[in-house]
């Protein structure tokens, strides 16, 4: 499929974001915080409803509520960030209902706004100073609204990591080293959240892999250009595979995997998305442009049995 019928297909160009706000203090100066969640994460938004307590040291868990029989963790978006509220300004506040990497979520906030359409192109890598808040690893992106206004597009894998949600689930008993499956050669994996890419690179490590990794599609290119110079046309013997994110600044994961596509020098080279975007539609399409699989971050045992079936 060509880039221009790739990109009519599934608007690869742009993405949906669900505009919301958060009002703070900077001192004792208010301002609006305008922060961005992909649209493909977020089931609904609702209005705060009645909170039960949950046994935990973490301030900005509020405690968990019932959604239609599904308890939810409800996490206050402001302390998460590290924002102080401006309580003048705070009337009435609103949750946002999330489902990513197989987990549900609510997040308070005090305003949602409108879904914004954003070109790509016009998304930015998060780079703040090491004193900044919200820190860099909370914010995946940065873009322009209405004019000169920015908005960060919020990182939520992160917070997975920090509350540790894996533990709402039934747990599995980890494969035996000797049940890992291991591979020579390299595996190229990119993806822009700091902590998915050091569970990616951890697991590949397991599996024998020499890793490369990139933080979004334009350096993902820029590396596999490196990584041709260095093999040439032995390039396909060495580079085994290559793990891409969908949602990235810069490039997207699709856009990625047209480029790819496109060069006879790494078509071959077999993709697996692994996106904490979990609808079937997005898994279908990406599945029916031809990457060689489509999984749901992260679940380590389904990474490796996936990546086994892929190389055989």
């Not at 595979?241 to 020098?265: A, N, T």
Request: charged share 30%.
């Amino acid at each position: 499929m060509t880039e221009q019928n790739l990109n009519t297909a599934l608007n690869l160009g742009e993405i949906e974001l669900v505009d919301f706000r958060i009002f703070g203090l900077q001192g004792d100066q208010p301002y609006e915080g305008i922060y961005g969640i992909n649209v493909s994460k977020v089931q609904e938004i609702i209005m705060m409803p009645e909170i039960f307590e949950c046994p935990t040291n973490l301030d900005y868990i509020l405690g968990v509520f019932d959604l239609r029989s599904t308890i939810i963790p409800l996490i206050d978006l402001s302390k998460w960030l590290g924002i102080v509220e401006d309580e003048s300004r705070v009337s009435e506040k609103v949750v946002v209902i999330t489902e990513f990497s197989g987990v549900k979520m609510g997040f308070v906030v005090h305003a949602a706004k409108r879904i914004r359409r954003i070109d790509w192109g016009d998304v930015e890598p998060a780079a703040f100073s090491s004193h900044s808040t919200p820190s860099k690893d909370k914010v995946t992106g940065t873009t322009k609204i209405d004019g000169d206004k920015m908005m960060l597009i919020l990182d939520l894998e992160s917070i997975l990591n920090d509350l540790e949600l894996h533990a709402y689930k039934a747990p599995k008993p980890p494969k035996e080293k000797h049940q890992i499956k291991q591979f020579d050669g390299i595996a190229m994996f990119v993806d822009d959240s700091k902590s998915a890419r050091m569970i990616i690179k951890r697991t590949l490590l397991k599996m024998g892999f020499k890793v490369v990794e990139a933080v979004d599609g334009k350096d993902g290119l820029a590396k596999l250009e490196m990584l041709y110079e260095q093999y040439q046309d032995k390039l396909g013997q060495n580079l085994r595979l290559i793990v891409s994110d969908v949602e990235m600044p810069k490039m997207d994961g699709y856009h990625f995997f047209s480029k790819i596509q496109e060069d006879p020098r790494f078509c071959q080279i077999p993709v697996l998305f692994n996106s904490s975007i979990c609808d079937d539609y997005s898994a279908q399409k990406a599945l029916d442009l031809g990457v060689k699989g489509y999984l749901v971050k992260f679940d380590p045992d389904r990474f490796i049995d996936e990546i086994a079936k892929i190389l055989g």
